[in-house]
């Protein structure tokens, strides 16, 4: 689970630009875990922290992003993985290899390349913090 710019503008500032809390929220909107029960019950996952409808037409061009109802979680109503446990559809979770570590998502690692304006063709090393 990482913190995110986000989270702290949500927990400082009780919103985002526009996007207002109307009730308590709980955060967190990039996580890793394992999965309680379900389909994948014992799996470690990396979860898609968006929850598209599934069902308008940028659904079904398979532009989730774009879908209008989409939410996510730890922003506006939708709690986040800040709590203990939290619920979210299989469909947004996937399985990670044995040894590959969960434990920071891909959109933490994709927004530090975005900061250090890393481009194509760059060579770089990720290392993990210790």
Do not use: Q
Not at 25 to 33: I, K, R, S, T
Not at 67 to 83: K, S
Not at 112 to 128: L, Y
């Amino acid at each position: 689970m990482g913190i995110c710019g986000s989270d702290l503008h949500w927990w400082a500032e009780g919103g985002i630009g526009d996007a207002g809390l109307a009730s308590p929220l709980v955060l967190g909107h990039e996580f890793a875990g394992t999965v309680v029960e379900g389909p994948l019950a014992g799996r470690r996952v990396a979860a898609d922290p968006s929850i598209p409808c599934g069902a308008c037409d940028r659904c079904r061009e398979v532009s989730h992003n774009l879908c209008p109802t989409v939410r996510h979680a730890g922003h506006g109503a939708t709690d986040g993985a800040l709590g203990e446990l939290m619920a979210w559809p299989d469909r947004c979770l996937f399985p990670v290899p044995a040894g590959m570590s969960a434990t920071y998502p891909l959109a933490e690692t994709a927004e530090a390349f975005r900061t250090a304006e890393a481009r194509t063709g760059m060579k770089v090393i990720v290392t993990p913090d210790r």
